[in-house]
């Protein structure tokens, strides 16, 4: 039996937040199609929805005429489903071991790196990286927990 064709939803946007709900609809749109949990779904969510406030916010710096770049791939499979995310900006990127840990004393009551903390702890795999044509890339993966009887 072959394994189902992967689906792919492309949107692309200028950096603005009111786009963050029609993102939101897609998410779960396709968080249902892959037969994800309440929970899983919740934590898809708040990663693309942090994912995205990142693009628009710290790479593309609330700039209109910057774009901000939204992927979905869906695995269709009982055994193995899974939603991969790929958010990217078109900002000057960043590199991801500069990101303050917001756990530790000192970065407890900054703002920042809170978004990306939480992308990591809520999805299964995460990938920072600047893509040879610009901006930076956050891509995301998440599994189908299976069922265990």
Do not use: Y
Request: charge should be negative; include cysteine; glycine fraction near 6%.
């Amino acid at each position: 039996m072959t394994s189902p064709t992967p689906e792919i939803v492309r949107l692309e946007f200028c950096s603005a937040f009111d786009m963050l709900d029609f993102v939101q609809l897609v998410s779960d749109h396709l968080c249902h199609r892959v037969g994800f949990d309440e929970d899983s779904m919740h934590w898809v969510s708040v990663a693309i929805r942090e994912s995205v406030i990142n693009a628009i916010k710290h790479g593309n710096r609330n700039d209109a005429s910057k774009l901000v770049r939204v992927e979905f791939l869906t695995t269709l499979d009982p055994d193995s489903g899974s939603l991969t995310i790929s958010v990217r900006d078109e900002g000057e990127g960043f590199e991801a071991e500069e990101v303050a840990d917001p756990l530790t004393p000192e970065n407890m009551l900054k703002s920042s790196g809170r978004g990306i903390f939480l992308i990591r702890n809520f999805m299964d795999d995460v990938t920072l990286r600047r893509p040879p044509e610009g901006g930076m890339e956050v891509r995301m993966v998440k599994k189908l927990a299976k069922a265990t009887l």
